[in-house]
């Protein structure tokens, strides 16, 4: 088990929206509010040690004021990118102990806390070499904890590829697939939860 404030959590949320057609799908409504705020609010009432949101080009006025934004100038560049500079930013200049980073998809909202709750529960903080993520099918996919041994190769990720590569061999603990959709066309907005 590790307690949250030990743990910084990364909320990327800097995608171009490039299968959802003309507009921001993050900044599109779904349930009476824009899309990103569902997974940055679950993720607020966890008492995590920093909490930061990837965002691209500018600041997002949907997103919790309590959430540090970290401007991806480049998000063409990929899901990597964005994700080395949230763990950058979250380790680098942060004044608690960070022993483990969290990642969480901005299009992700009907992920439920009692999940990563679970993930908190069963990761060993004791192991800095620790990595802990979602089973979905026969992946591992994110939500995903990792220990301070992957700090170097998550701020050295770029391209769109993400910490795919740093989840493979890891042990994931099921969740209910319906909440593990991710919204990237308009028709996922349609279907509901």
Same mark, same amino acid.
């Given at each position: 088990?590790?307690?949250?404030? !030990?743990?910084?959590?990364?909320?990327?949320?800097?995608? $171009?929206?490039?299968?959802?057609?003309?507009?921001?799908?993050?900044?599109?409504?779904?349930?009476?509010?824009?899309?990103?705020?569902?997974?940055?609010?679950?993720?607020?009432?966890?008492?995590?040690?920093?909490?930061?949101?990837?965002?691209?080009? $500018?600041?997002?006025?949907?997103?919790?004021?309590?959430? !540090?934004?970290?401007?991806? !100038?480049?998000? !063409?560049?990929?899901?990597?990118?964005?994700?080395?500079?949230?763990?950058?930013?979250?380790?680098?200049?942060?004044?608690?102990?960070?022993?483990?980073?969290?990642?969480?998809?901005? +299009?992700?909202?009907?992920?439920?806390?009692?999940?990563?709750?679970?993930?908190?529960?069963?990761? +060993?903080?004791?192991?800095?070499?620790?990595?802990?993520?979602?089973?979905?099918?026969?992946?591992?996919?994110?939500?995903?904890?990792?220990?301070?041994?992957?700090?170097?190769?998550?701020?050295?990720?770029?391209?769109?590829?993400?910490?795919?590569?740093?989840? $493979?061999?890891?042990?994931?603990?099921?969740?209910?697939?319906?909440?593990?959709?991710?919204?990237?066309?308009?028709?996922?907005?349609? $279907?509901?939860?």
């Amino acid at each position: 088990m590790i307690e949250s404030s !030990e743990v910084a959590v990364v909320l990327l949320a800097a995608g $171009q929206s490039r299968r959802f057609g003309a507009g921001d799908k993050l900044a599109h409504d779904y349930q009476g509010r824009p899309l990103v705020t569902h997974a940055a609010e679950m993720l607020g009432a966890v008492p995590f040690g920093r909490h930061i949101a990837v965002v691209n080009h $500018q600041r997002r006025d949907d997103l919790p004021a309590w959430l !540090e934004q970290v401007i991806n !100038e480049q998000p !063409e560049r990929g899901l990597g990118s964005s994700l080395a500079l949230g763990v950058t930013r979250a380790i680098d200049s942060c004044a608690v102990e960070i022993r483990a980073c969290l990642v969480m998809l901005g +299009d992700m909202p009907l992920v439920p806390r009692a999940h990563i709750d679970a993930l908190l529960a069963a990761f +060993d903080r004791n192991d800095p070499k620790a990595r802990l993520g979602t089973r979905l099918d026969n992946k591992v996919v994110v939500p995903a904890i990792f220990g301070e041994d992957y700090f170097p190769a998550l701020k050295a990720l770029d391209g769109d590829v993400g910490a795919r590569e740093l989840l $493979q061999g890891a042990h994931g603990l099921s969740c209910d697939p319906r909440y593990l959709r991710d919204f990237d066309y308009p028709q996922d907005f349609a $279907q509901g939860d």
